[in-house]
Protein backbone atom coordinates (compact mmCIF):
# COMPACT_ATOMS: atom_id res chain seq x y z
CA UNK A 1 0.00 0.00 0.00
CA UNK A 2 1.47 3.26 -1.27
CA UNK A 3 1.89 6.20 1.54
CA UNK A 4 0.00 9.22 0.61
CA UNK A 5 2.51 12.24 -0.07
CA UNK A 6 1.97 15.51 1.73
CA UNK A 7 3.08 18.26 -0.34
CA UNK A 8 5.76 20.10 2.08
CA UNK A 9 4.53 23.56 3.04
CA UNK A 10 7.33 26.11 4.34
CA UNK A 11 6.21 28.62 7.22
CA UNK A 12 8.65 31.04 8.67
CA UNK A 13 7.86 31.57 12.53
CA UNK A 14 10.18 34.20 14.44
CA UNK A 15 9.57 33.40 18.35
CA UNK A 16 10.62 35.39 21.33
CA UNK A 17 9.45 33.55 24.17
CA UNK A 18 12.28 31.91 25.42
CA UNK A 19 10.27 29.76 27.49
CA UNK A 20 8.54 28.63 23.54
CA UNK A 21 11.90 28.56 22.69
CA UNK A 22 13.53 26.31 25.60
CA UNK A 23 10.17 23.95 25.37
CA UNK A 24 11.05 23.86 22.02
CA UNK A 25 14.41 22.81 22.31
CA UNK A 26 13.44 20.26 24.53
CA UNK A 27 11.16 18.54 22.93
CA UNK A 28 13.93 18.50 19.83
CA UNK A 29 16.20 16.72 21.84
CA UNK A 30 13.75 14.52 23.63
CA UNK A 31 12.88 13.30 20.25
CA UNK A 32 15.69 13.66 18.39
CA UNK A 33 14.30 15.49 16.07
CA UNK A 34 15.50 18.59 13.75
CA UNK A 35 13.88 21.97 15.44
CA UNK A 36 11.85 22.54 12.38
CA UNK A 37 10.21 19.05 12.76
CA UNK A 38 9.50 19.76 16.59
CA UNK A 39 7.66 23.12 15.83
CA UNK A 40 4.87 21.08 13.15
CA UNK A 41 4.50 18.72 15.90
CA UNK A 42 3.78 20.86 18.34
CA UNK A 43 1.44 23.17 15.86
CA UNK A 44 -0.21 19.86 15.37
CA UNK A 45 -1.16 18.53 18.57
CA UNK A 46 -2.23 22.66 19.36
CA UNK A 47 -4.45 22.31 16.07
CA UNK A 48 -6.33 18.66 17.48
CA UNK A 49 -9.20 18.60 19.28
CA UNK A 50 -7.97 16.96 22.75
CA UNK A 51 -4.96 17.47 24.08
CA UNK A 52 -3.44 14.03 24.71
CA UNK A 53 -0.95 13.99 27.57
CA UNK A 54 2.73 13.92 27.06
CA UNK A 55 4.11 10.73 28.31
CA UNK A 56 7.26 12.22 28.81
CA UNK A 57 5.78 14.86 31.54
CA UNK A 58 7.53 14.61 34.73
CA UNK A 59 4.61 16.90 36.54
CA UNK A 60 1.86 13.93 34.95
CA UNK A 61 3.49 11.28 36.04
CA UNK A 62 4.51 12.53 39.57
CA UNK A 63 0.56 13.25 39.86
CA UNK A 64 -0.47 9.90 38.71
CA UNK A 65 1.79 8.25 40.98
CA UNK A 66 0.75 10.38 44.06
CA UNK A 67 -3.08 9.51 42.82
CA UNK A 68 -2.03 5.65 43.07
CA UNK A 69 -0.38 5.89 46.42
CA UNK A 70 -3.83 8.26 47.52
CA UNK A 71 -6.31 5.64 46.34
CA UNK A 72 -3.96 2.18 47.67
CA UNK A 73 -3.57 4.36 51.19
CA UNK A 74 -7.33 4.96 51.71
CA UNK A 75 -7.89 1.02 50.77
CA UNK A 76 -5.46 0.23 53.25
CA UNK A 77 -7.18 2.65 56.30
CA UNK A 78 -10.15 1.40 55.79
CA UNK A 79 -9.11 -2.45 56.31
CA UNK A 80 -7.00 -0.61 58.98
CA UNK A 81 -10.81 0.75 60.56
CA UNK A 82 -12.04 -2.03 59.92
CA UNK A 83 -10.16 -4.23 61.92
CA UNK A 84 -10.28 -2.15 64.60
CA UNK A 85 -13.76 -2.20 64.96
CA UNK A 86 -13.89 -6.30 64.63
CA UNK A 87 -11.48 -5.87 67.29
CA UNK A 88 -13.39 -3.71 69.14
CA UNK A 89 -16.44 -5.52 68.98
CA UNK A 90 -14.96 -8.82 70.28
CA UNK A 91 -13.20 -6.79 73.35
CA UNK A 92 -16.60 -5.71 74.51
CA UNK A 93 -18.67 -9.00 73.89
CA UNK A 94 -15.90 -10.88 75.78
CA UNK A 95 -15.75 -8.36 78.80
CA UNK A 96 -18.35 -7.80 80.90
CA UNK A 97 -19.29 -4.21 82.33
CA UNK A 98 -18.11 -4.32 86.38
CA UNK A 99 -18.77 -1.68 88.37
CA UNK A 100 -14.68 -0.83 88.99
CA UNK A 101 -14.96 0.36 85.34
CA UNK A 102 -16.31 3.53 87.04
CA UNK A 103 -13.99 4.01 89.47
CA UNK A 104 -12.19 7.19 88.61
CA UNK A 105 -8.76 6.17 89.68
CA UNK A 106 -8.95 3.33 87.16
CA UNK A 107 -10.52 5.19 84.51
CA UNK A 108 -7.25 8.10 84.65
CA UNK A 109 -5.17 5.37 84.86
CA UNK A 110 -6.48 3.78 81.64
CA UNK A 111 -6.13 7.02 80.32
CA UNK A 112 -2.49 7.50 81.11
CA UNK A 113 -1.97 4.10 79.60
CA UNK A 114 -3.67 5.08 76.07
CA UNK A 115 -1.93 8.52 76.35
CA UNK A 116 1.64 6.95 76.73
CA UNK A 117 0.43 4.58 73.50
CA UNK A 118 -0.12 7.37 71.54
CA UNK A 119 2.72 8.90 72.89
CA UNK A 120 4.63 6.08 71.54
CA UNK A 121 2.60 5.15 68.29
CA UNK A 122 3.21 8.85 67.31
CA UNK A 123 6.94 8.77 67.73
CA UNK A 124 7.24 5.65 66.14
CA UNK A 125 5.59 7.88 63.14
CA UNK A 126 8.14 10.88 63.49
CA UNK A 127 11.07 8.79 63.41
CA UNK A 128 9.92 6.82 60.02
CA UNK A 129 8.97 3.52 62.10
CA UNK A 130 12.95 3.16 62.93
CA UNK A 131 13.04 1.36 66.04
CA UNK A 132 14.78 -1.48 67.41
CA UNK A 133 11.60 -3.45 67.60
CA UNK A 134 10.62 -2.51 64.25
CA UNK A 135 14.25 -4.70 62.81
CA UNK A 136 15.18 -7.82 64.09
CA UNK A 137 17.70 -8.06 66.81
CA UNK A 138 21.36 -7.88 66.57
CA UNK A 139 22.66 -10.44 68.81
CA UNK A 140 25.91 -8.45 69.16
CA UNK A 141 24.09 -5.75 70.80
CA UNK A 142 22.39 -6.83 74.31
CA UNK A 143 20.40 -3.30 74.11
CA UNK A 144 18.53 -4.73 71.00
CA UNK A 145 17.84 -8.18 72.37
CA UNK A 146 14.17 -8.86 73.45
CA UNK A 147 13.53 -8.46 77.60
CA UNK A 148 13.74 -11.17 80.02
CA UNK A 149 10.15 -12.22 80.74
CA UNK A 150 8.56 -11.25 83.47
CA UNK A 151 8.54 -12.84 87.33
CA UNK A 152 5.71 -13.13 89.28
CA UNK A 153 8.13 -12.61 92.55
CA UNK A 154 7.51 -8.78 92.91
CA UNK A 155 3.88 -10.11 93.38
CA UNK A 156 4.42 -12.29 96.42
CA UNK A 157 3.94 -15.55 93.85
CA UNK A 158 6.71 -18.27 93.53
Known amino acids: MARKTVPTVRVQVYLND ?3 IGGL ?8 VPLSQAA ?3 IARGLQRSLPADPDDRLLRLE ?3 RDHMRVMSRDMQIIQELQLENARALF ?3 P ?8 VLVAAVEHRLERLLDAAAARIVAGGTTPRD ?3 DPDRPEERAPEPRSFQA ?4
Open 18 to 20: PRI
Open 25 to 32: NREARTAR
Open 40 to 42: GRA
Open 64 to 66: RAL
Open 93 to 95: LRL
Open 97 to 104: DAIEDENP
Open 135 to 137: RDP
Open 155 to 158: SGRR
